[in-house]
């Protein structure tokens, strides 16, 4: 009888420690994926910051500063789509980044556009094609708009300021590749150039970095 009970005993106790090694196991397990997850999460983030600001090279060359010229008017309104229904020119996207010539990003900082329409007329009376943003915490902005016309003795372009957090403002104009006025244009500047995509993608679509005078 002592010895069955001695067996049951030993069983009993077996049992107990396979439950305790497999509930360490899982425990294990779920802390190591959990971690992996983490770890993987991290990197992914790590990874889209990096190619954000990938076509900055340190130490980067900062904006041309370039005329604020007649047509500007204080207190636009803030908004990242400047453009509306019925206004003439092709349907543009510009995004990039405001960085400093070390390619940190600029959190905050206050992008301000102006510009033509697609017939090179300005709205004078009100703020059409006008308007302001923040960038985000990654330093990025976009601009919905159209692409400027021409007008007597300017070729395409927009015109910006770019007012770091607490700085100075950088004023200049954005001009658009294969132009032939540009080179007719006194106010143009080659390194001011949009990157522009191809004439086929709806809408047309271009990237451009500040880069102020920063670090």
Not at 131 to 155: F, H, K, M, S
Request: glycine fraction near 8%.
């Amino acid at each position: 009888m002592r010895a069955l009970l001695l067996a049951l005993i030993v069983g009993l106790l077996a049992a107990c420690g396979s439950v305790t090694a497999t509930a360490q196991n899982a425990a294990t397990a779920t802390s190591v994926a959990t971690a992996t997850s983490s770890a993987t999460a991290t990197a992914s983030t790590s990874t889209n910051a990096t190619v954000a600001t990938a076509s900055c090279a340190s130490p980067a060359t900062a904006l041309t500063e370039l005329t604020e010229g007649p047509y500007y008017k204080a207190n636009p309104p803030q908004r990242s789509t400047i453009t509306a229904t019925g206004v003439a020119g092709t349907p543009f996207v510009l995004t990039g980044f405001v960085l400093t010539k070390s390619c940190a990003p600029l959190a905050n900082a206050r992008v301000d556009f102006w510009q033509a329409d697609g017939n090179g007329n300005y709205d004078n009376a009100g703020y059409t094609l006008r308007g302001w943003q923040l960038t985000d915490a990654n330093g990025a902005y976009r601009l919905e708009t159209v692409i400027p016309g021409l007008y007597p003795g300017r070729t395409e372009h927009i015109h910006v300021k770019v007012t770091p957090a607490g700085g100075q403002t950088y004023t200049t104009q954005l001009f658009f590749p294969g132009v032939s006025q540009n080179s007719n244009d006194s106010i143009y500047a080659a390194n001011m150039l949009i990157n522009l995509s191809s004439a086929s993608a709806t809408p047309r679509t271009g990237t451009f970095n500040f880069i102020v005078n920063l670090g």
